[in-house]
């Protein structure tokens, strides 16, 4: 009964299938957002009926063609503005994401508490929340593992906090870890132009941003190697990559 003139689906594609067949019949331009790297019949469907499918990064979508659009992650780097000063020694690690398996927060702590034989120094934050009630025993069992390590003081686990708190929390750290395999997460921009360090394993942000050991591209990276090169850098090279990295994340996923 509205006069649409446009449909924009948000990772809808089981939704997005059913609806598109109506919209095609009614001429009424219909779009999905899709970033995600599991492909699916649904999807296969929506690509044919839809009139195109929106991703940030051409690795942020298991199909390609000419009705696959990438447009980056317009973050607002106003929002996400660069922490003035780098702070070295860098000890106060940070996570923020969803609590469920796909991001691997076991593999972090556990690598980090590694690397902490080397550098006692370092400290990790974990914030998030599960995405569902069946995803709060994984956070549970993370918890529970690693108890002695929050009951030492090095480790902390805190729920989700509003994302318009997520700028000024950023500035609080001196680096952010991730390990999720997937698509590119929308917390490593925002990181990146929060001008903190990023280490991670996702291959879609490497791929975009390159590894931190960028001297030998033949080591396969891991979450432990990547930031124990950047604990061996001093602060004017570590500054250096920050802000060739921060100029790709404007260039490329502002929100302009």
Same mark, same amino acid.
């Given at each position: 009964s509205n006069k649409f003139t446009c449909i924009f689906s948000h990772m809808t594609s089981v939704q997005s299938t059913f609806i598109s067949p109506i919209t095609r019949v009614l001429r009424i331009r219909h779009y999905l957002w899709y970033a995600h790297t599991s492909d699916n019949i649904y999807l296969q469907i929506s690509r044919q009926l839809t009139n195109g499918i929106i991703t940030s990064t051409p690795g942020s979508c298991p199909i390609k063609g000419r009705k696959v659009y990438t447009i980056g992650q317009s973050v607002d780097s106003k929002v996400f503005d660069k922490k003035l000063e780098l702070e070295t020694p860098i000890i106060k690690l940070i996570h923020i994401g969803r609590f469920d398996p796909s991001k691997n927060i076991e593999s972090i702590v556990a690598e980090i508490k590694q690397l902490r034989d080397e550098h006692p120094g370092l400290k990790l934050n974990i914030i998030g929340s599960p995405s569902s009630k069946k995803f709060q025993h994984y956070m549970e069992s993370v918890k529970s593992k690693f108890m002695a390590d929050v009951q030492i003081g090095w480790l902390t686990f805190m729920p989700a906090i509003a994302r318009i708190k997520l700028p000024d929390e950023l500035k609080k750290y001196d680096c952010f870890v991730h390990a999720f395999q997937g698509s590119l997460d929308k917390t490593l921009v925002e990181a990146t132009l929060s001008a903190i360090p990023v280490a $991670?394993? *996702? @291959? %879609?942000?490497?791929?975009?941003?390159?590894?931190?050991?960028? #001297? *030998? #591209?033949?080591?396969?990276? #891991? &979450?432990? $190697? %990547? &930031?124990?090169? =950047? &604990? *061996? &850098?001093?602060?004017?090279? =570590? $500054? @250096?990559e920050v802000d060739r990295r921060y100029e790709i994340a404007r260039t490329n996923h502002d929100m302009e």
């Open positions: $991670t394993v *996702n @291959k %879609e942000y490497l791929k975009i941003f390159g590894k931190w050991d960028y #001297s *030998n #591209s033949n080591i396969q990276p #891991s &979450l432990a $190697t %990547e &930031l124990r090169f =950047i &604990l *061996n &850098l001093d602060a004017i090279a =570590i $500054t @250096k």
